[in-house]
């Protein structure tokens, strides 16, 4: 990435696209000193970013909304909440190699749209479930098997999607949420005996829908040649 990235004074909207970043350092950062519009970073089909690169790891990164699908990212760094805004609303990593979940996640303070769909992620923090001000939590396609039991009080997850994973039953820490179960466990039968809380919703209909909240599809339509 080049240095000149930070004379975009007015950037709004980045996006990299079917590519893979050979090196993206700190000369190029992303930081509200340089583009302090900045809203949106959108990286789709990139390679070569096991881990976040250095650019986009740097203090006062700007963006509230971080969208990653399709990518070999396996980790966040544990310090990341710390650089990042603080109005962090949306991060998607999806479609990506994953294989714990991040609990980086857990100290943004006013994110409310999480999706993790498509990754190796099998086990969930019950710290998730606390969070405030989270109201949709996408966990399809991971090889989840159950959802911790054990939770101070019922979350505030408005809607949860565990579509095509291995969970059986709900708990009470998922409180009054609408659940998308298709092709889970969960739609066995379809759905006896797996609500646990006379308020929760589950539906097990929708299996053809995309599996990402990211637009990916739409998206290669968008930029063939």
């Known amino acids: 990435m080049p240095p000149r990235l930070q004379t975009l004074e007015y950037l709004i909207y980045l996006e990299i696209f079917n590519s893979t970043i050979k090196q993206w350092n700190a000369s190029a950062a992303v930081v509200s000193t340089h583009q302090p519009r900045l809203a949106n970073i959108v990286l789709v089909l990139v390679s070569n970013i096991t881990s976040l690169p250095v650019g986009l790891t740097q203090p006062q990164m700007p963006a509230y ?20 805004s603080p109005r962090l609303d949306v991060l998607y990593i999806e479609r990506s190699q994953l294989s714990t979940f991040p609990r980086a996640v857990l100290d943004f303070s006013v994110i409310a749209n999480v999706s993790l769909a498509l ?32 939770c101070a ?26 659940i998308d179960g298709a092709g889970s466990p969960l739609c066995v039968n379809g759905g006896v005996g797996t609500i646990n809380e006379s308020k929760q919703q589950l539906s097990c209909g929708n299996g053809g829908r995309e599996m990402t909240m990211f637009p990916l599809a739409e998206l290669v339509v968008a930029r063939a040649p």
Not at 65 to 82: Q, R
Not at 131 to 148: K, R, Y
Request: charged share 15%; proline share 6%; glycine share 4%.
């Open 153 to 178: 009080a019922p979350s505030h997850v408005a809607m949860l999607d565990v579509r095509n994973t291995s969970i059986s039953s709900l708990t009470r820490c998922v409180g009054s949420a609408f």
């Open 65 to 84: 909304a971080v969208e990653i699908c399709g990518s070999d990212l396996e980790k966040l760094p544990v310090d990341i909440a710390s650089k990042w």
């Open 119 to 150: 990754n190796n992620v099998s086990v969930l923090p019950r710290e998730l479930f606390a969070m405030n001000s989270t109201s949709f939590l996408t966990l399809s396609g991971n090889p989840i098997t159950a959802i911790p039991d054990d």
